[in-house]
């Protein structure tokens, strides 16, 4: 049990530090409503039928999003690679290749259809 007591104490604080600052905040923070402030905001787009395009987004947003969550992707697998690139070998080099090949070819085409581009 020793071994975990450090672990314990760390979660203790933790849950202390978050519904302390919870508490904080609610007895703190002013309680003045109005209609502006409680309606949903939708990234300053109307979220009316009328609105551009019947209320939808562009594609293009959902594109650029995808595109940043794959480099995400790429460098959470990267990073660990490249901290252990010696212990890997020829294997590794090998694997990571392909990895990087199989994340290129997609933003190449994206990049050739001009998905990049913002308009």
Do not use: H, Q
Request: proline letters at 5%; glycine letters at 8%.
């Amino acid at each position: 049990m020793n071994a975990y007591a450090p672990l314990l104490v760390m979660i203790a604080a933790a849950l202390v530090i978050a519904v302390a600052g919870l508490v904080i905040s609610a007895i703190l923070s002013p309680n003045r409503y109005n209609r502006v402030k409680l309606a949903n905001y939708e990234c300053g787009v109307e979220a009316t039928p009328s609105a551009g395009g019947s209320g939808r987004f562009p594609v293009k947003y959902y594109l650029t999003a995808m595109t940043f969550i794959i480099f995400d992707i790429e460098v959470v697998f990267l990073y660990p690679w490249a901290v252990s690139f010696k212990d890997l070998g020829v294997f590794g080099m090998v694997a990571m290749l392909i990895f990087i090949f199989l994340i290129t070819v997609p933003f190449v085409y994206e990049w050739r259809r001009g998905g990049l581009e913002w308009d």
